[in-house]
């Protein structure tokens, strides 16, 4: 990883270690946190994911939360495999955005 990869991860809203439910593996979660999420935080997340991915070879899960997400968006998190917590609530990415009630 270079200096700038590093430094990139570093300014991860969370980084978190624990063990998948699954198989038992060790894993990462990365998120990026805003009230109303937006481009970069998905991109972001999606990066720094796959950044750490490669540097630990373990898997690692990219996350975008907040309180809301516009549909285009919420399209290109699911896309791109970013799971969504919106107000509280986690989607996997082959979850599509409930309707707006």
């Given at each position: 990883?270079?200096?700038?990869?590093?430094?990139?991860?570093?300014?991860?809203d969370l980084l978190a270690?624990?063990?998948?439910?699954?198989?038992?593996?060790?894993?990462?979660?990365?998120a990026e946190v805003s009230g109303?999420?937006?481009?970069?935080d998905v991109t972001r997340a999606a990066r720094r994911a796959e950044l750490l991915a490669r540097a630990t070879g373990r898997p690692v899960v990219a996350a975008v939360a907040g309180e809301r997400i516009a549909p285009d968006l919420d399209r290109?998190?699911?896309?791109?495999?970013?799971?969504?917590?919106?107000?509280?609530?986690?989607?996997p990415p082959g979850v599509d955005l409930p309707p707006a009630s």
């Open positions: 990883m270079t200096p700038a990869e590093s430094e990139d991860l570093r300014l991860a270690r624990g063990i998948r439910r699954e198989d038992g593996a060790e894993a990462y979660l990365v109303l999420v937006e481009l970069d290109i998190a699911r896309e791109s495999g970013v799971w969504r917590v919106l107000d509280g609530v986690a989607l």
